[in-house]
């Protein structure tokens, strides 16, 4: 079975400087998406970004980029130039690209907080 | 375009009772997986549907179960329910196998159950 880890359950960063969360995942499969989700208080997860595991290019989606390093099995996320909003819950997720299912397998968060 | 609707987004219930939470997906989507998350377990997938079928279930005790329906709505409910069914429950929808297969999140259900 698959399991993701964040080794950081609390993180802090001032308003614009940069932060990156750290996520480790075990998996034999070669084949498999990684994601990041944002949790804010409104509950709502949202999805920050998404890599393939075929691709070897990182990921990025404006102040928001990973570090794939696929035979380490890391995936963490770098936030340039944080703002206030970006405080929130951040997950780790796993999906296997096999079988069809979009189930995902979560890590237990970072917290975010973002200081003026 | 509205995005994931769950309700209610918050109910109390006590020991013994059973709970239907309901999910209405993102317009064309027809598939719709749900997830419980607790500050214990994290966030846990309890099972994922297409085309008011099952197609995948999580470690969960029969209790807890699910449904969709013809309009991609779908429905879990929960009998006999026990001090630790307290949780957010999450539903997600995507259109499975088309495009980028995002997974799109709903506020959740918050449930308490006393």
């Known amino acids: 079975a698959q399991t993701v880890t964040q080794s950081q359950p609390e993180m802090s960063v001032q308003e614009a400087e940069t932060v990156t969360l750290s996520c480790t995942y075990d998996?034999?499969?070669?084949?498999?998406?990684l994601f990041w989700y944002k949790q804010p208080p409104s509950r709502q997860m949202i999805l920050v970004i998404r890599?393939?595991?075929?691709?070897?290019q990182n990921a990025t989606e404006n102040r928001f980029s990973v570090n794939f390093q696929k035979a380490a099995k890391s995936f963490s996320l770098k936030i340039s130039d944080s703002q206030l909003g970006d405080a929130a819950m951040y997950f780790c997720?796993?999906?296997?690209?096999?079988?069809?299912?979009?189930?995902?397998?979560f890590g237990k968060g970072t917290k975010l907080t973002v200081n003026p | 375009k509205a995005g994931v609707t769950q309700t209610p987004r918050y109910l109390i219930k006590t020991r013994g009772q059973q709970v239907t939470l309901s999910c209405s997906p993102i317009?064309?989507?027809?598939?719709v997986s749900w997830y419980q998350q607790t500050p214990g377990q994290g966030l846990q997938f309890l099972f994922e549907?297409?085309?008011?079928?099952?197609?995948n279930k999580g470690n969960f005790p029969g209790r807890f179960s699910g449904r969709q329906f013809s309009n991609s709505r779908s429905e879990m409910n929960v009998s006999t329910l026990e001090l630790g069914d307290s949780a957010l429950y999450l539903c997600?929808?995507?259109?499975?196998?088309?495009?980028?297969?995002?997974?799109?999140f709903g506020s959740g259900t918050q449930l308490s159950v006393l």
């Open positions: 997600a929808s995507s259109t499975r196998g088309v495009g980028d297969q995002k997974l799109f």
């Open positions: 998996t034999s499969e070669s084949d498999y998406y």
């Open positions: 890599q393939e595991a075929y691709k070897q």
């Open positions: 997720a796993y999906r296997s690209a096999q079988g069809g299912s979009e189930k995902l397998v």
């Open positions: 317009s064309g989507h027809r598939s």
């Open positions: 549907y297409f085309s008011e079928t099952q197609r």
